[in-house]
């Protein structure tokens, strides 16, 4: 089946550093692939996404490429900022039927301090 | 463009009633809409995919008697959670997929809604 593996937390960087996340997927076919990012108390809003290999998503500095020879989406920020803290999930959407049910990664919990 | 509301945002109720959840997409159709539950500091774990004019597809072990689901028009799609008990307790997000006429895959989430079962 499909899974989703991202680097565990927490993660604490000092404002302005470099920051990578990393994921790993596992998933038959050619999916779609997320970031998702949830602030405290709220839900899910969509950072950005790759429908296909080589694909490079971008939004608000941070980055992602569709690599499919490593089955990875790295999420990357050359400068954070400490409005970025916040929980990061992966994700990637089956094309199994027409549901496109989405399987995410377990998170990261982000906390950038000024 | 693109938002989904969840109503209420918070909700506390007494073990053994029923509540409802509403989820809407606000400025556009949504022919399949999903419902996760989040646990703390844990990642969002699907219960069922609702699709207008049909039945919910629940994930295994998901009680479908327990959460009815309801998904009436292209824009709304109800979650009753039925017999509350303090296990219910958690973080309800729906998500709701634009269809425009093509295959398209990005869910949109609404902002949750927080039950606690008392």
Redesign the interface.
């Known amino acids: 089946g499909n899974s989703v593996t991202q680097m565990e937390g927490p993660v604490t960087l000092s404002e302005e550093a470099f920051l990578t996340i990393n994921c790993t997927y596992t998933a038959t076919g050619y999916p779609?692939l997320?970031w998702?990012v949830q602030y405290p108390?709220?839900?899910?809003?969509?950072l950005l996404?790759a429908?296909k290999a080589d694909d490079k998503g971008s939004n608000k500095g941070f980055e992602a490429t569709y690599r499919k020879e490593t089955t990875s989406f790295h999420l990357e920020k050359g400068s954070v900022q400490v409005s970025d803290s916040a929980v990061y999930?992966c994700a990637l959407?089956s094309?199994g039927g027409?549901?496109?049910?989405?399987t995410?990664?377990?998170?990261t919990?982000l906390t950038v301090n000024p | 463009g693109a938002v989904?509301s969840?109503h209420p945002s918070w909700v506390i109720c007494k073990s053994g009633t029923s509540v409802k959840i509403e989820c809407r997409s606000l400025d556009f159709q949504a022919t399949?809409m999903?419902w996760y539950r989040q646990f703390p500091?844990?990642?969002?774990m699907?219960m069922a995919?609702s699709?207008e004019g049909s039945k919910a597809?629940y994930e295994q072990g998901v009680e479908k008697d327990k959460f009815l689901i309801n998904h009436a028009s292209l824009t709304l799609s109800t979650l009753t959670v039925t017999s509350a008990h303090p296990e219910d307790s958690s973080f309800y997000?729906c998500?709701a997929?634009e269809d425009r006429g093509r295959v398209t895959?990005?869910?949109?989430?609404?902002?949750?809604t927080r039950l606690t079962v008392l």
């Not at chain 2, 500091?41 to 969002?44: C, G």
């Not at chain 2, 895959?105 to 949750?112: A, S």
């Open positions: 779609s997320f998702y108390g709220e839900g899910l809003q969509l996404k429908t999930f959407s094309s027409s549901n496109y049910k989405l995410f990664g377990k998170g919990l | 989904v969840q399949t999903f500091k844990q990642s969002l699907l995919t699709n597809t997000i998500s997929r895959d990005t869910q949109y989430f609404g902002p949750g």
